[in-house]
């Protein structure tokens, strides 16, 4: 996925700071620090135990004299603390209001704090023949995902509601610490074998732009595996191939795109999906070239002749 780049290299950066526990007048918090002693610069974020959610700050600092201000927002929270060994202690202010802050150094790990507050709360439920999809809603990122429910045997259940479990963690988690976190998901087949459904986002993170990316989910219900590529489904296809021989004259396509011109090196990063008439397989593109990334739907009885 294209942002999971970003966010390991944001943890890797993170790996020194420094994280406080403590106040801001009666609201609970956890901060977390980053000083760059050459530039006497400062990076921080910090969230209320109640929301979870990250307030991203900058600033700089002079002596033992911090300050701080929301980073991505026109909120004007700001920050003066005094760094005092393993204390920070000063005000929080916002609009005229004006609270002291008492924050003292913790060995705690945010990001287990954080994953042990998740709460998912039973939303609605979708009916796909005898099949239900029962889908909840994550309390602090409000980040939702379905699980599977009555009409699927409970080995199914088992199996594929403990990997439902993790996605919609990270994207709760994901929600809560970027900037914002536009996450969909459409479900594209439920049947007798198969489940699948894609996951689309748009993730602000920091950095330049947002990142945009699709995200093919395709299980298998009764061998019980989760299939990964294509070629897990169809060992023998040369997915490029068939494509190019089904859209290379197709006129509507983007001619800048150069989706069949002998590229294949294009094809080989890309995400895929089952639906009820076959498959739909997308390329991956540079962050420049989105518009690129459209879906192109093979039949299953154009797959049986391959």
Sequence with gaps: MKYLFIILLFYAVEAQAQTFEGTIGKHKIFLELNLDDENNRATAFYFYKTQLKNIHLK??????????????????????????????????????????VILLESTKSIDKYRWQKLEFARDSVSNYGNKELVWFTEKYSKKNLFRLGNGFTLSQREFINQRLDSIHARNAVIGLECEWADIHIEVKLVSEQYLS???????????????????????DLEKEIQLIKLTDLYPNLDHYQVLKEKYKEDKSLQSECEYFKNNKELWKYYTWVLTKKGITITPSYPHAMTPCEIGFSLEFEELKKK
């Excluded at 300050?67 to 202690?89: C, G, M, Q, R, W």
């Excluded at 748009?202 to 989910?217: D, E, K, R, V, W």
Aim: proline residues 2%.
């Design 197 to 219: 459904f894609n996951e689309y986002s748009s993730i602000y993170c920091g950095g330049a732009h947002p990142n945009y990316n699709l995200t093919g989910y395709n299980f």
């Design 59 to 100: 600033g700089a600092y002079k002596g033992s004299v911090l300050s701080l201000f929301e980073n991505y927002s026109d909120k004007n929270e700001h920050f003066t603390l005094s760094i005092k060994k393993d204390t920070l202690l000063g005000t929080w202010e916002n609009k005229g209001n004006k609270l002291d």
